[in-house]
């Protein structure tokens, strides 16, 4: 597509259950960064994709939290257990060239409620 | 510790009037920042950046003021209008992976 698409778009979850949270990046960006937002507040880092590199995790605020780039595209955050604390916006973005974040584009964001 | 702040949560103008949402940014070696937009719904978008070694910079109706001395930047929308409306961030980018968000300020176009 010409941007970037987050799947699903919401996602109720109960407390203590995993979820997926997909992102299809813009054809052709090599790096890709997740980020979370809560109600009200900024935008909190979590992790960054660059081409084959080993990715920057140090955003993730515990082991529950995982993300997995397959073949330097598609992108899928996992939530293991999750806890009503996780309930946030969680936006993804890409961009063409590392360290030009001022390229990158944002999903919609997926919401995600735990209740 | 480090971090980008906003002054103001809310902000409400005229249409018509000028806008400046301002920034509070605490660590020294910031070198780059940046402002985004984001609308009800919708992932942030980018408005315009600046350096260190800047001190303004202007695009289209808006302009970017950055002071040093006191770690502040500003951002000022000219003849604001209704589609200004949104979220407003400041961002300190200090790597390619470190770009650290302000809370954001709701500025709000009056009729």
């Known amino acids: 597509g010409a941007g970037v698409s987050q799947s699903p778009s919401n996602k109720v979850t109960e407390k203590g259950k995993d979820v997926e949270l997909r992102c299809d990046p813009i054809?052709?960006?090599?790096?890709l960064y997740w980020y979370r937002q809560s109600l009200g507040q900024g935008l909190e880092f979590l992790i960054y994709?660059?081409?084959?590199?080993?990715?920057?995790k140090s955003g993730l605020p515990s082991d529950r939290f995982s993300a997995e780039r397959t073949g330097g595209s598609v992108s899928t955050l996992t939530i293991q257990r999750t806890q009503q604390e996780d309930s946030a916006v969680y936006l993804c973005?890409?961009?063409?060239?590392?360290?030009?974040?001022?390229?990158?584009?944002f999903g919609q964001g997926t919401r995600l409620t735990v209740v | 510790g480090e971090s980008v702040g906003l002054h103001l949560p809310t902000l409400s103008v005229q249409e018509g009037d000028n806008s400046i949402i301002n920034c509070a940014y605490s660590?020294?070696?910031?070198?780059?920042f940046i402002w985004y937009k984001q609308e009800s719904g919708k992932g942030p978008q980018f408005i315009i950046d600046?350096?260190?070694?800047?001190d303004k910079r202007q695009g289209q109706r808006v302009t970017v003021l950055l002071n040093k001395t006191v770690k502040h930047l500003s951002l000022q929308i000219a003849a604001t209008q209704p589609g200004d409306s949104a979220v407003y961030f400041c961002?300190?980018?200090?790597?390619?992976?470190?770009?650290?968000f302000g809370s954001g300020t709701q500025l709000t176009v009056l009729p």
């Open positions: 961002a300190e980018m200090r790597s390619a992976r470190q770009l650290t």
């Open positions: 054809s052709g960006h090599t790096a």
């Open positions: 973005a890409s961009s063409l060239q590392r360290g030009r974040l001022t390229e990158a584009f």
């Open positions: 600046i350096r260190s070694n800047m």
């Open positions: 994709f660059q081409g084959n590199s080993a990715p920057d």
């Open positions: 660590n020294s070696a910031s070198d780059y």
